[in-house]
C-alpha cells in the first residue's frame, strides 16, 4: 500500500472512532445530537461551495485591480513617451538653430 492511502484510512478510522465517542460522551440527548450532527454535515458539504465563491470573489477584485493598474501604468509610459518625443524634437531643433 502506499503512503496516501495508508493516511487516509487512517484518517477515516480517526474520524469514525472520534465521532462515535463524541456521540456516547455527549451532554444532550440524541435527538438533539443527531439534529446537530445534522446541521454541521450541512454545514460541511456546503463549505466547499462558499469556499469556491470566495475564491472567485477574491479572484475578480484581482482582476480588476490589475486593470486599473495596468490602464494606469499605460498612461504614465504614454506620458514619458511624449516627454521623450517633445524632448527629442527641441533637442533637434536646437541644434539645427546653431
Not at 446541521?39 to 465563491?53: A, G, I
Request: glycine share 8%.
Amino acid at each position: 500500500m502506499s503512503v496516501p492511502n495508508d493516511y487516509l484510512k487512517g484518517a477515516a478510522v480517526g474520524f469514525v472512532t472520534s465521532f462515535t465517542i463524541g456521540l456516547f460522551i455527549s451532554p444532550v440527548d440524541g435527538n438533539t445530537a443527531r439534529l446537530q450532527t445534522v446541521e454541521k454535515t450541512k454545514l460541511f458539504f456546503n463549505y466547499p461551495s462558499k469556499f469556491v465563491s470566495a475564491v472567485r470573489g477574491r479572484k475578480q477584485k484581482l482582476h480588476e485591480f490589475g486593470r486599473g493598474r495596468l490602464e494606469s501604468l499605460q498612461r504614465e509610459a504614454a506620458s514619458l513617451k511624449e516627454e521623450a518625443e517633445l524632448s527629442a524634437a527641441n533637442d533637434y531643433y536646437n541644434k539645427e538653430k546653431r
